[in-house]
């Protein structure tokens, strides 16, 4: 852990991992001057001497694991790429339908299974809401304002268009709840988070959502607004990149969606149009004698392709659109995340730029500044470190997701090539031969 | 095998300046007119449409597109080879010069009189003429040539509305491509597995051109026999003025012996205007009595004869017509088989490039 001091990796000469970043600069020596604006950059200390804390103000304890160290977290990285060595495992399913006086909810389960020492228990299984999901996000949003979190599935439902307790609509909302507590669980920091254990083993979830309630408003307001009104005058190229990228990114995705949607629509109508297509060719095969035969199974075979086409519509609905708008959400709460950091930064360079100012002769800048700076730097390498695991995840996901939507539309075609191959001998059946 | 050249090279000369070739399609208009005229008894084989019918939007209604002007020019080359396989038509004298003399052709058409044995009354296609026996076998076989009509009819319009939407769902792919494109350039690892899966899209999205010029060539097959199928409510129709007409002069033929019969015996067994004058005016002379039944007899006899030689032609139009529907019979159910084979081998194809394709893009996001 804490051994002989070592630079932190986003302002020192020499980064500790080589592995190449997709959004990193060649080499770290350029990253330095880019990431620090200011001048006067002291230079940076070890973990171990910080005092560190989060931007909100609460104090970090750097002993545990658990601390915004991005040392640990990248080592960390490296442990959970290994499958191997995997130590929490979360699941949702089951979702029950239950009916109040008062409203009509949707609950999930929410399977644990762990050898980690934070669990008492190495299983746990709960019953979950989608507001105690909510609750969760909203919780690690305030208490890891460093990293990115997941996002979660839409929480509005307009009525009466969606079916809120429809098969499809439920099983759509469980995967992305799913998808959700599983991206937290592969976190190295989020899943040690204090919320995250309580939202996984709590009896009573909203017993204790209470008492944080009544803890916050013994803290004040103090908490959420601490680094506000400051303005950053320029973001460090690193992360103005990524910003640009997240922008590009989300904008293709809304394209993708668009078109995705278009191509369900255009489906649906020409499924309309082969549903009153088939019955015609039933129709004459009526009308006719030797032919009858042929032309029903040209009339089966095209409602059997109908099967096919209504099947992948239902798919690309139900599993390719649903994670599509995922990742959009994700960039927007991600470029949230860099807003937070400017304005961090941007903290840090107004103290620093006050202190000069002020041209007093002191041997040491004031703890103050140096708290900023120290904050500054943890959510630098907080946020680099996410952004790279979050490449990597967004990734294999596009990947699969893409793949998926490949590996549907050959099984409908597969689908409907049986349907017309298997026709063919009965087409080409003389009758003196039956 | 000669005249099938002939034909060949006819078509190709045809190919020219609009101006000849709407020019060409009257004359074979002609030809089919003076065939139906000549041979009532047989199911004509039917022209191409003369305009664009059953479009979807791609295909341009215009009568001018070479896509339609070529489909019909193999619609007018079917046709000269439906008359020349047909047993009956092919021995036809101007048929035969219709492939080989150039000039004086129409004239020559004209020539025949067939315009004098056309029937005005068939152009009357729903005018019922009230037949008191009718033959149930053609009665059913027009039913049946009426229905036919409509379901393909149906068919053909319901087939152009699934091709439209069809083209919609592939050409939206095509968006794919230029997005996938765009995104590549901001993604290092993923770039060249979106790329190329992006051409892959292109290539869906252009497949569907083809596909669907294919299915024309089925739809065509369907709309002969649409066609085919008037032509053979037309051999009903042409039966049933027949049959009609010989009632009718069954019935004169009566109402004329009874006639004679009253104008013999002086009994007046019916009411008639004549009988009426006769009791308010005075009877006849018995000589004016004798010069009417004389009349009357030569006219009996002359329609006697009319009779036993419609009666004649008449059965040898029911026996000559019902071997061709015979033989149209079969062909009709060879054709549609063929046609219907060759429609599932068309969608097989369409289903493996459709496989392929997204094989092809799954293999590209696989490297992603």
Redesign the interface.
């Known amino acids: 852990s804490a051994g002989a001091p070592r630079p932190l990796p986003s302002s020192g000469p020499k980064s500790l991992r080589e592995m190449p970043h ?1 959004l990193a600069t060649s080499s770290s020596e350029e990253m330095g001057p880019a990431l620090t604006p200011s001048p006067d950059l002291l230079l940076p200390r070890s973990i171990a001497d910080k005092d560190l804390s989060l931007p909100n103000g609460t104090p970090v304890d750097t002993s545990s694991p658990a601390s915004s160290s991005s040392l640990l977290n990248r080592l960390q990285l490296d442990d959970d790429l290994d499958g191997e060595t995997r130590d929490l495992f979360v699941t949702v399913d089951d979702p029950k339908k239950h009916v109040c006086t008062m409203e009509t909810y949707i609950t999930y389960r929410v399977t644990t299974k762990t050898t980690r020492a934070e669990f008492d228990l190495p299983e746990y299984s709960v019953r979950r809401r989608y507001q105690d999901f909510d609750w969760l996000r909203n919780k690690l949003e305030e208490s890891q304002p460093t990293h990115l979190i997941p996002p979660l599935p839409e929480k509005f439902v307009v009525k009466g268009v969606v079916d809120r307790f429809s098969e499809e609509f439920v099983e759509t909302r469980r995967k992305a709840l799913d998808k959700f507590l599983k991206r937290i669980t592969d976190h190295p920091v989020l899943s040690f988070n204090e919320h995250f254990n309580v939202f996984l083993t709590a009896k009573d979830l909203n017993a204790y959502k209470k008492q944080g309630m009544a803890l916050l408003s013994k803290m004040g307001e103090s908490v959420k607004y601490v680094t506000g009104g400051y303005k950053l005058r320029s973001r460090p190229l690193e992360f103005a990149a990524i910003g640009e ?1 997240l922008d ?2 989300s904008l ?1 995705l809304g ?2 969606d668009r ?1 995705a949607q ?2 369900i629509k ?2 649906l ?2 499924l ?3 549903r ?2 088939g019955p ?2 039933s ?2 095969g009526g ?2 004698v ?2 009858s035969e ?2 029903e199974g ?1 009339s089966a ?1 095209i409602g059997n392709c109908c099967t096919a086409l209504e099947e992948l519509s239902e798919d690309m609905t139900e599993d390719f659109l649903p994670v599509l708008r995922e990742y959009i959400l994700y960039s927007e709460s991600m470029k949230n995340v860099l807003k937070k950091r400017d304005q961090v930064q941007a903290e840090y360079e107004a103290k620093l730029e006050a202190v000069a100012v002020k041209k007093e002769d002191r041997p040491k800048v004031p703890t103050d500044v140096e708290k900023c700076q120290d904050r500054v730097e943890c959510f630098n390498a907080d946020l680099k470190a996410d952004m790279e695991r979050w490449q990597n995840n967004k ?1 294999q996901d ?2 699969q997701l ?2 998926g939507m ?2 549907k ?2 099984q ?3 689908k ?2 049986t349907a ?2 298997s ?2 001998p009965l ?2 059946d003389k009758p003196e031969t039956k | 095998i000669l005249s099938f050249r002939a034909v060949e090279s006819q078509c190709e000369g045809q190919c020219a300046p609009v101006d000849s070739l709407w020019r060409r399609y009257s004359e074979f208009e002609l030809l089919r007119n003076y065939l139906s005229v000549t041979y009532p008894h047989i199911v004509v084989p039917p022209l191409p449409e003369k305009r664009a019918d059953f479009v979807w939007h791609k295909l341009s209604a215009d009568n001018m597109d070479p896509d339609f002007v070529e489909r019909r020019r193999i619609g007018l080359e079917n046709f000269l080879l439906r008359v020349a396989s047909h047993p009956v038509l092919c021995q036809d004298k101007i048929f035969y010069s219709f492939l080989t003399q150039e000039g004086g052709w129409k004239e020559m058409v004209n020539e025949t009189g067939f315009q004098l044995k056309a029937d005005s009354r068939l152009k009357a296609l729903n005018a019922t003429f009230r037949v008191k026996n009718p033959d149930k076998r053609f009665t059913e076989l027009k039913h049946y040539s009426d229905e036919l009509q409509s379901v393909i009819s149906h068919l053909l319009r319901v087939r152009a509305r699934v091709a439209d939407r069809l083209y919609g769902v592939y050409k939206v792919h095509g968006n794919y491509g230029r997005v996938f494109s765009e995104w590549s350039a901001i993604e290092k690892e993923m770039g060249d597995g979106l790329q190329s899966a992006g051409h892959h899209m292109d290539v869906y999205a252009a497949s569907i051109d083809d596909i669907l010029e294919e299915e024309e060539h089925y739809a065509d097959q369907l709309k002969e026999y649409l066609f085919y199928a008037e032509a053979l409510r037309a051999v009903c129709r042409k039966h049933e003025l027949m049959q009609y007409d010989l009632e009718m002069a069954a019935q004169d033929l009566t109402s004329k012996k009874q006639q004679c019969e009253e104008l013999a015996t002086g009994t007046v067994r019916t009411f008639s205007l004549k009988g009426m004058t006769s009791k308010l005016f005075g009877q006849e002379t018995p000589e004016q009595r004798e010069a009417k039944i004389k009349v009357l007899e030569e006219q009996i006899q002359e329609g006697e004869e009319q009779l036993k030689s419609k009666n004649l032609e008449g059965r040898d139009f029911v026996k000559s017509a019902w071997a061709d529907i015979e033989r149209f019979k079969e062909q009709k159910n060879h054709d549609l088989k063929e046609a219907l084979i060759s429609y599932a081998v068309m969608q097989i194809s369409m289903c493996k490039k459709g496989i392929q394709v997204w094989t092809n893009a799954k293999e590209c996001f696989s490297k992603m």
Do not use: H
């Open positions: 997709p990228y590009v990114f293709k394209t993708i078109i278009r191509i255009e489906q109508e020409y309309v149009e082969l009153e297509y015609v060719y129709t004459w009308l006719e030797e032919l042929p032309l040209v075979c990734r596009f990947r893409l793949m490949a590996d539309n050959i409908y075609y597969e409907c090539l017309w191959e026709i063919i087409l080409q």
